[in-house]
């Protein structure tokens, strides 16, 4: 099982754990929610990478600023190379930047909810976008959002790589 995210937030660093704070909250919830696993369980099956592996820095007005172009292609090699280490049944991107990096670009609506066969670098996987679980966007919570994480995380549960440990 591979999750990916965007980038480690300014506290990730600190803790020394991905999705330490607010977003991780919501995630390991809605995580409980599919499988009944706590935290401690996720970390222990679930591998987590980023698209891009430093903390980018904040956006002028607050918040945290997306990778560049650049920056994500500096960071490439990690998650290629843990793809290929890996191998993964199943991976899972969190958000519009992670979703981006396995399948081409479309709205959240079009991909959330749905499972993907995707072949990245040589390998074949299945792929399970998520929606990024920050406070920032509220996609998760209205509709047909919460409705589609609804389903992605229904499909996530029965995938037989959660039974087998991906």
Known sequence: LLLVGQAPGDREPKLGRPFAWTAGRTLFKW???ATGWSEEE???RVYFAAVCRCFPGK????????????EI?????????????LRPALVL??????IARFLPPAALNDVIGRRFAV???GHTADCIPLPHP?????????????????????LIAAHPAMRTGG
């Open 134 to 154: 920050s406070g920032a966007s509220s996609w998760p919570r209205t509709e047909p959002g919460r409705t589609l994480l609804g389903e992605a995380l229904r």
């Open 31 to 33: 995580f409980h929610e």
């Open 59 to 70: 956006k002028p007005g607050g918040g945290d600023r997306v990778p560049s172009p650049d």
């Open 93 to 98: 991107p969190v958000g519009k930047l992670a």
């Open 42 to 44: 996720v970390r222990d």
């Open 119 to 121: 072949t990245w670098r």
């Open 73 to 85: 292609e500096n960071c490439a090699g990690w998650l290629e190379r843990e793809f290929a280490l």
